[in-house]
Each structure stands twice: as C-alpha cells, then as structure tokens.
C-alpha cells in the first residue's frame, strides 16, 4: 500500500512576476506551481503517492487539484450508502474556496497596516472580488 502526500500552495494570481501566465487561461499560475511542486519533492515519488495541490487567489484550480478532487469525489461517492450525504465533495470545495477567500482578505487587510486607509481598501477589496466572482454585473 502507497501512502499518499499531498502539499498544498495558493499562488497569487495578481502577482507582477504571474502576469504573463495569467493571460494564457485560468488555472495556469496554478498549475506552473504543481510542476514546481513535483520537482521539488521528486525524491518522494519513490516511497509515496504525491499530490501537489494548487489553487489560486481566484480559486481557479491547477490540473492536479482538479484530478484530486475528482477522485475524491469518486471515493466519497464508492463509500457512500445511498442516505449518506452525496454533496460531500461540494462542500470541500466550498471550504477549500473559503479559505482562499480569508486568505486574500488578511493579505489586503495586512497591506493596510502601512498607514493607509484600510476602510477604504477593505471596500475596494469586497467589490473586485464581488466583480471577478460574478456578483456584479457591468
């Protein structure tokens, strides 16, 4: 039996140094960060199963996460009796896109302790994520 390892990394999709990747599609900031991933704990892939997991500050998914969470969904589901909860794998990627969501609001927030008006960007903040989820429309 091989055990599985997995490491999980949320690359900044607005980063200055991403910008040529993000203009190719979503999820390719992620996935240059899976292929990192796979060269860093090559040495693993002898005694383990790894999963690097990539997703996003837009939430988009790198192709690994994405494989990842499929057989997981297909776990879950080869697990469950028919009353079992079938949205169990909803409700992961729901947690997992919550989490990116906190994480983006401390690193914004964080950015206002230099002085600047946090209120303001706190703002400025919720209404591109509002815009960049589809929330709004323009």
Not at 50 to 66: D, K, N, R, S
Not at 114 to 119: C, E, K, L, P, V
Request: hydrophobic share 45%; net charge negative; charged share 20%.
């Amino acid at each position: 039996m091989t055990h599985s390892v997995w490491d999980f990394t949320c690359p900044d999709t607005f980063d200055f140094s991403h910008l040529a990747r993000v203009v190719t599609g979503p999820g390719a900031v992620a996935n240059e960060a899976e292929t990192k991933k796979v060269t860093k704990y090559s040495q693993l892939s002898a005694t383990y199963f790894f999963v690097p997991v990539a997703i996003e500050t837009t939430t988009a998914l790198g192709v690994e996460a994405a494989d990842f969470v499929r057989e997981v969904r297909r776990r879950i589901a080869a697990a469950s009796l028919p009353t079992d909860e079938q949205r169990a794998t909803d409700f992961l990627l729901q947690r997992l896109s919550v989490a990116v969501q906190r994480g983006n609001v401390a690193c914004v927030l964080g950015c206002a302790n230099d002085g600047t008006d946090s209120d303001f960007i706190h703002s400025n903040f919720i209404l591109i994520f509002m815009l960049l989820n589809g929330v709004l429309n323009t």
